[in-house]
T-cell receptor, first 113, second 112 residues
Framework: KAGVTQTPRYLIKTRGQQVTLSCSPISGHRSVSWYQQTPGQGLQFLFEYFSETQRNKGNFPGRFSGRQFSNSRSEMNVSTLELGDSALYLC????????????FGPGTRLTVT | KQEVTQIPAALSVPEGENLVLNCSFTDSAIYNLQWFRQDPGKGLTSLLLIQSSQREQTSGRLNASLDKSSGRSTLYIAASQPGDSATYLCAVKPNTGNQFYFGTGTSLTVIP
């Protein structure tokens, strides 16, 4: 069974631009969560989607948004990029919101210059 | 809000040593606790999951314990190997919501 896949793996953007990251969960998993990882803040929860609906949202500005499609694939979008958005963005999938374990993808490394 | 702390932040041991990594959390109302391993620049690999009703879980050379009432978990690694070098993260899932709260991690180096 294939794991969680994230595309692209690496991305370089300029301040002010916007970016879209994609996550395909494990087949059969319907819940997708997004996390931001930075050296200073560690891993921080962005949001969680289930059945195309956002169920939880972390403490991030409105520039960070996401969506989930009917096939459970999810995208997150960051608009008006800032230098501080440079991070590893990790996606995790689980069977459903009550699922015990989350399985993480390899992440997308975003660098904002 | 749940706060998760891991001590020490970094650890360097010679190959073959047994070692203990610590994780503490402030709110004992947790659903489960999960230990992960992260290699540089990579995603997270799940190591062990402990349900709130359990006291410990074992997988090979790894043993994780949970004391919910005191807000603590430990990850015991037996007979450490250079391949164990990585950052180890603990994460707690509260009783409500599917969000994990992560610790800041312990960076482990096992010296051959």
């Amino acid at each position: 069974k294939a794991g969680v896949t994230q595309t692209p793996r690496y991305l370089i953007k300029t301040r002010g631009q916007q970016v879209t990251l994609s996550c395909s969960p494990i087949s059969g998993h319907r819940s997708v969560s997004w996390y931001q990882q930075t050296p200073g803040q560690g891993l921080q929860f962005l949001f969680e989607y289930f059945s195309e609906t956002q169920r939880n949202k972390g403490n991030f500005p409105g520039r960070f948004s996401g969506r989930q499609f009917s096939n459970s694939r999810s995208e997150m979008n960051v608009s008006t990029l800032e230098l501080g958005d440079s991070a590893l963005y990790l996606c995790a999938s689980s069977l459903d919101p009550g699922g015990d374990e989350q399985y993480f993808g390899p992440g997308t490394r975003l660098t904002v210059t | 809000k749940q706060e998760v702390t891991q001590i020490p932040a970094a650890l360097s041991v010679p190959e073959g040593e047994n070692l203990v990594l610590n994780c503490s959390f402030t709110d004992s109302a947790i659903y489960n606790l999960q230990w992960f391993r992260q290699d540089p620049g990579k995603g997270l690999t799940s190591l062990l999951l402990i349900q709130s009703s359990q006291r410990e879980q074992t997988s090979g050379r790894l043993n994780a314990s949970l004391d919910k009432s005191s807000g603590r978990s430990t990850l015991y690694i037996a007979a450490s190997q250079p391949g164990d070098s990585a950052t180890y993260l603990c994460a707690v899932k509260p009783n409500t919501g599917n969000q994990f709260y992560f610790g800041t991690g312990t960076s482990l180096t096992v010296i051959p």
